[in-house]
């Protein structure tokens, strides 16, 4: 069982960050958001099947990290039960909500990009195409992948953390990285909370990208000491 789980605590992170640096190299991707809807699609749709492909993995990606969550209750299973339960609930949530709130890119914005660039379509049409797509970026993009995702990753690293002081052999300065990180990126999922909404607080959306960064390098480390100890 620790070599399952140190390897998925090495693998996930590294596929999630390949599928993640391939979309920014290739769409631009998140700097491509602050673009207007219709260019934003436009250059989906120019991405063919290879850019939808792409998004498909790194939902995958997401959702694999609902294994971790189950896998690395193994690690902390001598942890207080309560503790335990809660480790492993709040982590199923975080990959799941990310999964859903990506999964809109390979299913639903395929057919908005269609429908955008449809000339035999009323413009009306193709500009509520637009409109939807803001909307969906808003709801599933924004407050369920992103607000809730990273409350509840950042939750699980601290939560995992915390056991893991008391319930395992792993190095001390481990544990609280992972709770600094945890903090990080629950500050980052306040990004659009509040008077941030129309535009976004800097600096947490500042912090994200140093958070998820420092979240894969732990959870990498913590995978190769799971797999040595």
């Given at each position: 069982?620790?070599?399952?789980?140190?390897?998925?605590?090495?693998?996930?992170?590294?596929?999630?960050?390949?599928?993640?640096?391939?979309?920014?190299?290739?769409?631009?991707?998140?700097?491509?958001?602050?673009?207007?809807?219709?260019?934003?699609?436009?250059?989906?749709?120019?991405?063919?099947?290879?850019?939808?492909?792409?998004?498909?993995?790194?939902?995958?990606?997401?959702v694999l990290f609902i294994a971790i969550a189950v896998l690395t209750a193994s690690v902390i299973r001598a942890a207080d039960g309560t503790l335990l339960l809660a480790?492993?609930?709040?982590?199923?949530?975080?990959?799941?909500?990310?999964?859903?709130?990506?999964?809109?890119?390979?299913?639903?914005?395929?057919?908005?990009?269609?429908?955008?660039?449809?000339?035999?379509?009323?413009?009306?049409?193709?500009?509520?195409?637009?409109?939807?797509?803001?909307?969906?970026?808003?709801?599933?993009?924004?407050?369920?992948?992103?607000?809730?995702?990273?409350?509840?990753?950042?939750?699980?690293?601290?939560?995992?953390?915390?056991?893991?002081?008391?319930?395992?052999?792993?190095?001390?300065?481990?544990?609280?990285?992972?709770?600094?990180?945890g903090v990080v990126l629950m500050i980052g999922s306040l990004e659009f909370v509040g008077p941030a909404e129309p535009n976004g607080w800097a600096p947490a959306g500042?912090?994200?990208?140093?958070?998820?960064?420092?979240?894969?390098?732990?959870?990498?480390?913590?995978?190769?000491?799971?797999?040595?100890?």
């Open positions: 069982m620790s070599v399952l789980v140190g390897v998925s605590l090495i693998v996930v992170p590294l596929l999630f960050n390949a599928f993640y640096a391939a979309l920014a190299i290739t769409f631009e991707y998140p700097d491509i958001l602050r673009q207007p809807s219709r260019d934003v699609l436009a250059k989906f749709r120019a991405g063919g099947t290879r850019l939808v492909l792409l998004w498909w993995g790194l939902a995958v990606s997401a480790t492993v609930v709040v982590g199923v949530l975080a990959g799941l909500v990310q999964a859903l709130g990506l999964m809109r890119w390979p299913f639903l914005v395929p057919y908005l990009a269609r429908t955008a660039s449809d000339a035999s379509l009323p413009a009306a049409e193709r500009d509520a195409a637009g409109v939807v797509f803001q909307s969906f970026n808003r709801y599933l993009g924004v407050a369920v992948g992103e607000h809730l995702g990273y409350a509840l990753t950042g939750l699980w690293s601290i939560l995992f953390s915390v056991a893991a002081l008391t319930a395992t052999d792993l190095p001390v300065w481990l544990s609280l990285a992972g709770v600094v990180i500042m912090l994200v990208p140093i958070g998820y960064t420092l979240w894969s390098v732990w959870l990498i480390v913590l995978g190769i000491f799971v797999l040595i100890g």
